[in-house]
């Protein structure tokens, strides 16, 4: 808290919410088509609060704002806030501040379902109500397997420990990528690889409101869930043995830990494909704001991730005329604020002194 | 609130760490298990605080099985300072020990002005009050040490297992870390490695050796030269000091043996 002077904590949160809105109107606002700012604005209200009257506006602008720009924006939004929260739990359940979804495999898991249901699913399921679903659904399957894997195998012969929980999620995501890279290998599909390509690097495009309420569910069950799990975090944090001893059961804690953050895992990546960085590295900086203790960091954590996403989107469509991958992006903003804050010497993961 | 293990066994794949031991310790009584390194020690221990399963046997805290308390219930009935605590994350130190207070509420209740004040009181009693916003992991191994005894005083248990409480401090904290434990006057069970605090805190010692309860007593039956060499295999004196009316060991390194006289002695006792 040195560096931010004497605002509270719950001051902070509230900046960094007003923040988020504001970006997210802001990201709306940035596009291929120009509109005027006044009139993203009052189309927000109008969508948002019924404040104003937009009656005046071309109806093709309502459209572009509200169908087009906005869902993308609140996506944005949404995906940032899912990764980093998914990030600062699984660093705190395997004691391990490099630990994302990423190191655990979950990701991982779900990008081999869909590229499985993209390259080869495709052909088969083409006709069956699974041509709708099936890119979703396996990647679903692909995340809640691989978990419920890294979870069996760091489990196998004893008690679970915080090493072999990394370990087996490298091992897991090892597998799963050289699986997806043979699929795409030897599937001689031009357009296939090419969307995979687009998919694997990540991207907010073509979101309709439909697919943003398939993440925000998700995101608001593990948000609201979590947030009653703040104690049992911390606690965590001081290792398995000390947590026993505090009365917290780990192994249950786990279990459901990591089926309800590959849930959400899966839908964002259905969606967005996979973005790196943001799981890992949006909470250190959570950290580096507030300290490790979980009741500032989870909310500060969710909020700089949307904001970091937003931010990071807008850069991605503002560069070029055609959008450049968002994980591209935020691999390369994330790695060196990543490196500054490592190499910054009084950062050692956590807190400000 | 009492602690007593009946007949427990702990094995890791291929090796039995803990053979059927069995301790019992009244209330407010201060236990010590003492053994040599790798008697099994830590691992009774860890059965007794849940981090290892059993085997075989029971151990009841104030007369309900482990098997039938929850984890929080056992943390409401037991706290307990390890010797190793190194944490990938940074937390101020008093956020170290209020962690304590995790068994006393409810997941969503954070915690309150009473749960600070008794925080601040717990870094008072170990003499920590001056690090209270340091970062943890900055501090040094003694003054670690003290923390997570403040961590296990903020629990506010009637029962506390100390695995080498001592271990990283130097004589004057020693002294001071135990007076503090025996003042709570609570239930505790401490594996210790100095025989002379063995002796002068514990009301009575059990000795671990291979994971085996080779003897049990006062620390008058338990400390002798005879058991000190059955146990350790080290030659020693034990006096009664006139002075303090403790019992004092004394060890005999190889060096002392230009002393004759001594060195016949410890041969002929062989």
């Known amino acids: 808290m040195k560096k931010l002077g004497n605002i509270s904590t719950a001051g902070l949160i509230i900046l960094l919410f007003v923040i988020a809105i504001t970006v997210m109107i802001l990201s709306s606002f940035i596009g291929v088509v120009e509109i005027p700012f006044d009139s993203v604005i009052r189309i927000w209200m109008n969508k948002l609060f019924g404040i104003g009257d937009i009656s005046d506006l071309r109806q093709a602008t309502i459209a572009i704002v509200w169908e087009l720009y906005a869902p993308r924006a609140i996506m944005g939004l949404v995906v940032g806030a899912s990764l980093a929260l998914v990030g600062v739990v699984m660093q705190a359940m395997v004691q391990n501040p490099l630990a994302d979804p990423y190191i655990l495999g979950i990701s991982s898991g779900a990008s081999l379902g869909a590229t499985f249901a993209i390259l080869i699913g495709a052909t088969v399921l083409t006709g069956t109500f699974m041509s709708d679903w099936g890119v979703e659904m396996f990647a679903f399957a692909g995340a809640i397997g691989t978990s419920a894997f890294v979870f069996t195998l760091s489990s196998f012969g004893g008690r679970m420990t915080a090493t072999k929980l990394v370990l087996s999620g490298v091992i897991v995501s090892s597998i799963c990528g050289a699986f997806s890279n043979l699929i795409v290998y030897l599937v001689p599909s031009a357009t296939g690889i090419r969307s995979i390509t687009f998919w694997l690097m990540g991207s907010l495009s073509v979101q309709g409101f439909d697919s943003v309420l398939t993440v925000i569910i998700p995101f608001l069950i593990c948000l609201v869930f979590f947030l009653t799990q703040l104690r049992s975090l911390n606690a965590m944090m001081l290792g398995d043995e000390t947590a026993t001893t505090l009365g917290v059961d780990l192994n249950r804690l786990r279990k459901i830990y990591i089926v309800l953050t590959s849930l959400l895992i899966a839908f964002v990546v259905c969606k967005c494909g996979i973005i790196g960085f943001v799981g890992l590295i949006i909470p250190h900086i959570g950290r580096a704001l507030v300290g490790t203790n979980h009741w500032k960091l989870v909310p500060v954590t969710v909020l700089v991730g949307a904001i970091f996403m937003l931010i990071a989107d807008m850069v991605a469509r503002s560069f070029t005329t055609s959008e450049i991958p968002i994980g591209i992006i935020t691999a390369i903003c994330g790695a060196p604020v990543f490196a500054y804050i490592m190499i910054k010497k009084s950062y050692g993961f956590g807190g400000s002194n | 609130m009492d ?268």
């Not at chain 2, 170290?96 to 309150?112: L, Q």
């Open chain 2, 3 to 270: 602690i007593k293990v009946e007949d427990v066994s702990v094995s890791v794949p291929h090796k039995r760490i803990v053979d059927t031991a069995s301790i019992y310790v009244d209330e407010g009584e201060f236990i010590g298990l003492i053994g040599p390194n790798g008697s099994g020690k830590s691992t009774l221990l860890k059965a007794v605080y849940r981090t290892m399963p059993k085997e075989t046997g029971a151990i009841y805290l104030g007369g309900d099985s482990i098997d039938d308390l929850t984890l929080k219930e056992s943390a409401l009935r037991l706290a307990v300072v390890t010797q190793h605590n190194y944490y990938n994350f940074d937390f101020k130190v008093e956020e170290v020990v209020a962690m304590g207070r995790t068994p006393h509420k409810s997941s969503m209740e954070m915690d309150n002005a009473d749960d600070y004040k008794m925080v601040l009181d717990c870094l008072n009693k170990v003499n920590m009050m001056a690090f209270k916003d340091r970062i943890f992991s900055s501090l040094s191994g003694g003054e670690q040490q003290r923390i997570i005894l403040a961590r296990a005083l903020c629990q506010d248990t009637p029962c506390l297992v100390l695995d080498e409480p001592t271990n990283h401090l130097d004589i004057k904290y020693q002294l001071e870390v135990l007076d503090l434990v025996k003042s709570l006057g609570c239930t505790c069970l401490c594996a210790l490695h100095d025989m002379n605090l063995a002796a002068q805190y514990c009301d009575r010692i059990y000795v671990l050796k291979d994971g085996k309860i080779v003897t049990s007593g006062t620390p008058e039956e338990v400390i002798t030269e005879r058991n000190i060499e059955d146990i350790y295999g080290v030659k020693s004196t034990v006096q009664i000091s006139e002075e303090t009316g403790l019992i004092n060991v004394i060890y005999h390194p190889k060096h002392i043996y230009k002393n004759d006289k001594l060195r016949q002695k410890d041969e002929t006792s062989e």
